[in-house]
């Protein structure tokens, strides 16, 4: 992955998290959110976990 393809994949992750905050003020059952967070919130931990992993050569996860 080059030094672009991960700037471009931080920036990503950044505009979901802004998303996920920005999701919160509408007016939908707290269920909702909680559902829509845990998925995203894995799907970026893990996306995270792959730009560590490529930019280290670590993984401090594994076990």
Do not use: C
Request: net charge negative; hydrophobic share 30%; charged share 30%.
């Amino acid at each position: 992955m080059s030094q672009t393809d991960i700037s471009s994949e931080i920036g990503e992750l950044k505009d979901t998290v802004d998303n996920l905050r920005g999701a919160l003020e509408i007016p939908m059952p707290p269920q909702f959110h909680v559902t829509q967070m845990k998925s995203q919130l894995e799907e970026i931990s893990e996306k995270l976990k792959g730009i560590y992993i490529e930019m280290t050569d670590e993984n401090p996860w594994s076990e």
